[in-house]
């Protein structure tokens, strides 16, 4: 699994502790805490969601050691040779997937099955999907965030479409003089809308108050501004975004979803504090009917994900009444108790912690991250290593590619060398490739393998063992290739060093020759029409010596079928023509003859 994703995975069951904790203490001191210290207390648990601080030691990273403690303790094949650093063809880093291991621990937990061939298919599905997971992730994170953003950008249309700003020029002072009262320096339009549900405040960098109708009472439009100004002040449509950002982040996480919930009511509640804070607790009644009359309101539009609203849900709103009715001020215990509970939620995050990010840099590295115990542990769980060629001879059987290359990496030179052998001479072309991508660059078996390849004229072995070459062996290796006149080996070594266009010059030259080659056995090239004695060729077919590139043409209005003949050292001899079952093979090898048409210089 990708490591990022891991710190992230334990940033959310950190946020998930706290929200639980947070939750019991509202259930419990919900009326003798104030509801803004209920409302920006959640800003801790966003940021525990977001970032991975925490001391070096935490409750993650004790969970996290525990977890690798018991796996090392059940595994019996230890980590005693460390794997090299060389990728597996198509993983992303260069130690063995964390995935890869994972289902290792899992298979020897298990133990040897009669069924372990049947699974190996499953198993390898499995490790891919674990080893990318972090894609699903990602995606369904930016589509989330995506269509908010697009939802957002909506609601801004439509609101933009039916606006008219105030022009009455009574109510327009009396929203300078609360400003002015309020704080609120920073000039705020006022506009009108009569499809809104309610009033509500929009636009991050220049603000604007929106009402469903000017007719407003003179009282009701003083606690509709105010209400709306506090909301500005504190920031609170920034506020909102960034926890819309962290549920995206967290969209598989539901408690992430209820914060959100109980954040945008905290919003509301704490707003109406604020308000009543500053008119007075005798204003309760009045604002109470203030809110009443915005919910009476005729207006359609009810999304508000890009604003603040005066009232915005119509199920919130007798508990607010109740909470308005029963605002009094704070008591300075009230006030202690909030801040020692704040201070005991802030530790409480860094406590939780994060999956420890040193020892993913050491694991990064290659470094062993042990404590005293765990050394002890490994050395008590070294005394019962396993034999590795039998492990690697089970999951060659088992065909299981990740598991033979860990197993493969904990042999001694001589047993890798035997297998590498195996598998030349077999041709199994997939375990040399897994197999020789877990030696060290100046293991001497990659350069007699390379040599091999190279004089057999083994291509694919050999383009594999390019792949762990720097570049001023693959250098060497063009020039020789160049002098030898071998044009396969060329071309991988052209690639390989990114010379295209020296590759495209050379491949003329080779196009010239081969040409040359053709007509002088009788095969004449037009375009793309081969022809042979004078006849249009139907299927024209031209496999290397050692089958690691073919020719294949196939025109429909031809009316023979010829295959060049080549020596052991791939010159061309001669031309034959190609007999029925030949033709019969061909075609039920290639599928359906319509897709092979024109087909050249394909792997064989």
């Given at each position: 699994?990708?490591t ?65 403690l ?13 794997i ?10 260069g130690?063995l ?5 994972a289902?290792l ?25 674990i080893d ?18 697009t ?16 022009s ?46 000017e ?14 100004l ?38 509301e509640f ?8 500053k008119?007075g ?42 909470a ?10 009230a006030r202690?108790l ?25 694991q ?5 991250v042990?404590?005293e115990?765990?050394n ?7 005394t019962?290593i396993g034999d ?33 052998e ?17 030696l ?5 078996l ?21 792949d762990?070459m ?21 071309s991988?070594l ?12 050379q491949?003329?030259?080779?196009a ?23 006849q249009l ?37 001669g ?6 079952a ?12 319509d ?10």
């Amino acid at each position: 699994m990708n490591t990022v994703l891991k710190i992230f995975l334990s940033m959310s069951v950190s946020g998930s502790l706290l929200i639980l904790l947070l939750l019991l203490e509202k259930r419990f001191l919900q009326n003798k805490i104030s509801r803004q210290w209920q409302y920006y207390i959640w800003l801790i648990v966003v940021l525990r969601l977001l970032l991975p601080f925490g001391p070096e030691t935490s409750l993650m990273g004790k969970t996290y050691q525990a977890v690798d403690l018991a796996i090392t303790q059940a595994v019996s094949l230890p980590q005693q040779q460390p794997i090299q650093n060389k990728p597996v063809q198509g993983s992303s880093g260069g130690n063995l997937a964390p995935a890869v291991e994972a289902e290792l621990d899992s298979e020897r937990l298990s133990g040897p099955t009669d069924d372990l061939t049947a699974a190996r298919p499953l198993q390898d599905i499995w490790a891919l999907f674990i080893d990318h997971i972090w894609l699903v992730w990602l995606v369904a994170a930016l589509g989330l965030l995506i269509r908010k953003i697009t939802i957002y950008q909506g609601f801004m249309r439509y609101i933009g479409a039916g606006l008219a700003p105030v022009s009455n020029t009574e109510m327009l002072n009396r929203l300078s003089i609360i400003a002015e009262q309020s704080g609120v320096k920073r000039p705020i339009e006022l506009c009108v809308n009569p499809l809104v549900s309610s009033p509500l405040l929009i636009g991050f960098f220049h603000p604007c108050i929106v009402l469903p109708s000017e007719n407003i009472p003179e009282k009701d439009f003083q606690y509709i501004i105010l209400h709306e100004l506090i909301h500005y002040k504190r920031r609170d449509m920034f506020y909102k975004w960034l926890v819309q950002v962290t549920v995206c982040l967290h969209w598989f996480n539901p408690l992430s979803h209820l914060m959100s919930r109980e954040m945008t009511k905290d919003c509301e509640f704490s707003c109406d504090e604020a308000v009543l804070a500053k008119m007075g607790c005798d204003s309760a009644q009045d604002y109470g009917k203030t809110l009443l009359d915005a919910m009476a309101a005729v207006g359609k539009y009810k999304e508000s994900l890009g604003a603040v609203t005066l009232s915005e849900n119509k199920r919130l709103l007798k508990e607010r009444l109740e909470a308005i009715m029963r605002f009094k001020g704070r008591s300075k215990t009230a006030r202690l108790l909030a801040v020692v509970l704040a201070l005991c939620v802030a530790l409480g995050a860094a406590f939780i912690g994060v999956y420890p990010v040193l020892a993913t840099s050491d694991q990064a590295t290659g470094k062993p991250v042990t404590t005293e115990n765990e050394n002890s542990t490994q050395a008590g769980t070294n005394t019962r290593i396993g034999d590795y060629a039998a492990q690697a001879e089970r999951y060659y059987k088992a065909d299981s590619l990740p598991l033979f290359q860990i197993a493969f990496s904990r042999l001694d030179e001589s047993a890798q060398k035997t297998w590498l052998e195996k598998f030349y001479a077999d041709g199994d072309f997939a375990f040399f490739s897994v197999a020789v991508r877990s030696l060290n660059a100046d293991n001497p078996l990659l350069a007699d393998y390379a040599e091999k390849a190279y004089t057999d004229g083994e291509t694919a072995f050999f383009s594999t063992l390019t792949d762990c070459m720097n570049e001023g062996e693959l250098e060497l290796w063009l020039d020789r290739a160049l002098k030898d006149d071998k044009w396969a080996f060329q071309s991988i070594l052209f690639d390989k060093l990114h010379m295209d266009d020296e590759k495209d010059a050379q491949e003329k030259v080779w196009a010239e020759q081969q040409m040359e080659a053709y007509q002088a056995v009788g095969v004449t090239i037009d375009g793309k029409n081969y022809s042979y004695k004078g006849q249009l060729v139907n299927i024209f077919l031209d496999v290397r010596a050692n089958k690691s590139f073919c020719t294949l043409d196939m025109n429909p209005s031809g009316t023979v079928n010829i295959k060049i003949i080549r020596d052991a050292n791939d010159r061309i001899t001669g031309v034959a023509y190609m007999t029925e079952a030949e033709v019969t093979e061909l075609l039920g090898d290639m599928g359906d003859p319509d897709n092979t048409a024109n087909a050249e210089d394909h792997p064989g």
